[in-house]
């Protein structure tokens, strides 16, 4: 507990460029966010000069005990005291599980995180720290991810190795977002100790996924968001052209076509849209789909349905509100193939909701610069885990 106080202590000196010294390493917990604490300090030091007394003001008897001791720089020891009842005390053991369940519940104010000064850290089940850089877009890559867990492996490593670092030489801060069971946290927990990689821990259940990787987008204040699922690899180029198209409408981009693998018989092609009269004509693919902070803002809370398909259907209506033109938000066919932009790579199991045969597809020289873009050794990965045919 004295650390917990010590830790206040500390946000308080550097917040305000003033002495603070402990009086009471008991059992404390502030009772009002820091936020506040520091407004009526800032707020009480117009008219005249004086040094703060934080503490706790007994209910029952209104005597105050003495936790904190706030001095400013051009304070005097003739200057009268002025306390704060800002503290509350804790009755329970320090070892027990409630106390440390009541400190994490004020910490973390009933979110999945705890925020330490610019570092966010995650709660148990859920794991990972990202740490916020001012200076610098950022851009939250959210996945949800179920079972293919080999495929997840490779799909996260290149992601770490190849994709977030050549955004952050973009000049972009990237943030990895997975969420998903236990079984596929496992299967990753060699990069759980990355920073910037996050994990939550979600029943299968694909729209709240989403709607929970968005609502701690949205906390945070990160400058993007794109949804790109763990069987899908995106060309981090083309993730900079999206972020572009998104910036320049202000609100969200997507890419139409995509190049699909199957594992299982070894067929590829290019998906190239939907077709006209289809309900998702040229509102591109949700995967690697964008969305700046204004676009998220205008989706709203919890955009995706609950359930495990037709997310694009489900968030139709409020892109749809939006009301952006065709060509200010899509990287169409045609421009992939004038701009010669990385066309994204799907890789179809027998995991997908959506298998290869439900794609019209058109065949590609595998050589094509588009699409024969992956690293040599993700490249191998994947074909490694081509299944031979039954």
């Known amino acids: ?29 502030p009772s009002m966010p820091l936020s506040e604490i520091v407004n009526i300090i800032e707020n009480s030091q117009g008219s005249y000069d004086r040094y703060y007394l934080l503490g706790e003001i007994d209910e029952d008897t209104q005597e105050f005990t003495e936790v904190l001791e706030v ?8 200057d009268s005291s002025f ?9 329970k053991s320090m070892e027990s599980s409630e106390y440390a369940s009541e400190v994490l519940g004020y910490l973390s104010r009933g979110n999945s995180y705890v925020q330490l000064g610019a570092a966010y850290v995650n709660l ?25 867990t080999d495929l997840l492996k490779i799909y ?34 060699h990069l759980l100790d990355v920073p910037n990689v996050l994990f939550f821990t979600h029943r299968n259940n694909l729209g709240e996924k989403k709607n929970l990787m968005f609502d701690y987008v949205r906390e945070l204040g990160f400058d993007y968001a794109t949804t790109i699922d763990s069987d899908d690899f995106v060309h981090p180029n083309t993730i900079v052209d999206l972020l572009d198209v998104a910036s320049q409408n202000g ?21 190239e849209g939907y077709p006209g009269g289809h309900l998702l004509h040229k509102w591109g693919m949700g995967s690697a789909r964008v969305f700046t902070r204004a676009g998220l803002g205008a989706l709203g809370s919890s955009p995706f349905s609950s359930g495990n398909r037709c997310m694009d259907d489900s968030i139709k209506s409020r892109l749809a509100k939006m009301d952006l033109a065709v060509e200010d938000r ?40 588009s699409i024969n873009w992956l690293p040599p050794e993700i490249r191998l990965r ?9």
Not at 71 to 78: E, M, R, T, V, Y
Not at 124 to 148: F, H, N, Q, W
Not at 157 to 167: A, C, E, F, R, S
Request: proline residues 5%; contains cysteine; glycine residues 6%.
């Open 83 to 91: 306390e704060i009842g800002c503290f509350r005390k804790i009755t």
């Open 71 to 78: 001095k400013c720089s051009n304070c005097k020891a003739s």
């Open 1 to 29: 507990m004295k650390n917990f106080i010590a830790l206040i202590s500390v946000e308080l000196k550097h917040t305000l460029s003033v002495e603070v010294n402990v009086l009471n390493d008991g059992l404390f917990i």
């Open 330 to 369: 899509l990287l169409s066919s045609e421009d992939c193939s004038s701009r010669r932009v990385h066309i994204p790579i799907g890789i179809k199991s027998a995991t997908n909701i959506w298998k290869m045969k439900d794609y019209k597809v058109r065949a590609v020289n595998p050589s094509n610069p």
């Open 124 to 148: 148990y089940p859920s794991t990972g720290v990202y740490t916020k850089v001012e200076d610098r877009p950022s851009v939250a890559i959210c996945t949800p991810c179920y079972l293919r």
């Open 382 to 390: 994947i074909e490694g885990l081509r299944q031979p045919k039954v």
């Open 251 to 271: 609100m969200w981009s997507a890419i139409e076509p995509f190049y699909f693998q199957d594992i299982a018989t070894g067929q590829s092609g290019v998906f």
């Open 156 to 189: 996260c490593d290149y992601m770490v190795k190849y994709v977030i670092p050549h955004l952050v030489w973009s000049g972009i801060e990237a943030c990895l977002i997975l969420c998903g069971g236990e079984e596929e946290k496992k299967s990753i927990r």
